[in-house]
Every structure is written in C-alpha cells, then in structure tokens.
C-alpha cells in the first residue's frame, strides 16, 4: 500500500501485538520507526536466542545479556499461552535412563504426550498451553502449578531447582496464575523492551521491499 515507508521490522512487531489482541490478550502500544537489517547472523541467533533445553539460569543471563531481567523472562514466556510446539522440543521429558516420565511432568500428560510422539519423526505437534490452546490468558501459568508445562524452559519457571533465580521465576509465575491482569500489563510492557532491542532507526538499515531479503 505504500512501498518504501512501513518497514518488513514494524510489520512483524505489529502483526505479534494483533496476533496477542485477537486471541484475547490486551492491546499495547507498539514502537514504530523500525528500520530493516541489511545482514542476517545465524550465528548470532543460535547462541543468543534461548533453548527449550536449557537450564532457567542460562536463559535469564540470555536475557541480561541484551537487556531484559527475570521479570520480563517470566512474562514473556506467558507468550507459550497460545502456539504449538513439536514433539522434538519436548520428547526428552518423556523418557528417562530409568524409563519413566521426567519427574516435574504430570503423570497423565506424559502418557498422551508419550502416545502422540511414539513411532514419529519427531514433527507431530500440540498445544503449549493444553488448557486453552488458543485464548491468550494466565492459564500458562496455572499450568505450571500442577506440572503441566510442555517444554523443560517452561516448567523449569516454577519447577526448577536453581536458588535465588528459581525463586525469583516461581513467586513470579505464582504472582501471574493469580493475577490476569498484571499478567497482560507486564506483557505489554515487556513487548516494548524486547521489540527495542537492537532497532535501527534513522538513516541506519532500509526499508526491504522484499522482506525474505535485503534490497
């Protein structure tokens, strides 16, 4: 509609904000003036992005690296409210060297998840947020109190056994399971932090007319 002055970068973040307001969740206000990146860095992505196998504490210091603290690790995770994950991400929960379902996973969640993944190629899929696949709402949270989060960097916010940042991420997702609406409004508020990191704006960048590559 008008070539060369809304940015592939500004297109994304406001397709995640109405992506978050039509499933249900509350409306914030996006940032624009997003400028397009001229490279992409795979390299950068693989090691600085978080893994759904990683330990909690290796996460929260991914996310002190560019900026965001414990709370917005919490928050942000609450995104897992809705999406699907395939089984390759979470097929290490089901089975142990002594057979048995990982500890800090409900029982009868491990036996569907253990039905739906046997015999695969690891690309079958299901919900994040079994409760409510599709309503963005706290049930995220109030899964992980009863050990029914999918992946390990989930349940890990409430389950694992880490000291001060365990700690720190349980009283969080106690605080969010109770509360909806502190949930949608650190949200909102960690949205922006995140979609501030690294942004180019001014004369830095372009604007792509093609998004899957520079110009």
């Known amino acids: 509609m008008c070539p060369g002055v809304v940015s592939c970068a500004d297109v994304v973040a406001l397709a995640a904000s109405y992506g978050v307001l039509f499933s249900g969740g509350p409306y914030y206000d996006v940032l624009l003036g997003r ?3 001229l490279v992409a860095n795979q390299e950068g992505a693989d090691n600085g ?3 759904p196998f990683e330990p ?3 996460i929260v210091q991914k996310f002190a690296d560019v900026g965001l603290d414990t709370t917005d690790v919490v928050v942000l995770s609450g995104a897992h409210t809705i999406g699907r994950a395939r089984c390759a991400l979470f097929s290490d929960r089901l089975t142990s060297t002594t057979s048995s379902a990982d500890p800090t996973l409900d029982s009868t ?8 993944c046997a015999g ?3 690309n079958q899929t299901t919900a994040l947020d079994m409760s409510s696949a599709d309503a963005f709402d706290k049930g995220y949270y109030q899964n992980l109190l009863t050990e029914r989060g999918l992946l390990s960097s989930d349940q890990g916010l409430f389950s694992a056994d880490e000291d001060v940042v365990a700690s720190t991420t349980r009283a969080l997702v106690q605080k969010y399971s109770d509360d909806g609406e502190q949930f949608f409004s650190d949200f909102g508020a960690s949205m922006v932090k995140m979609g501030s990191i690294g942004a180019l704006t ?3 960048g372009e604007i792509r007319c093609n998004c899957r590559v520079a110009n």
Not at 109 to 116: E, F, G, H, I, T
Request: net charge negative.
């Open 35 to 37: 400028r397009d990146g």
């Open 49 to 51: 992005l978080p893994s």
């Open 56 to 58: 909690i504490s290796s």
């Open 109 to 116: 969640m491990a036996d569907v998840l253990q039905s739906l």
């Open 120 to 122: 695969g190629d690891g």
């Open 202 to 204: 001014g004369d830095e």
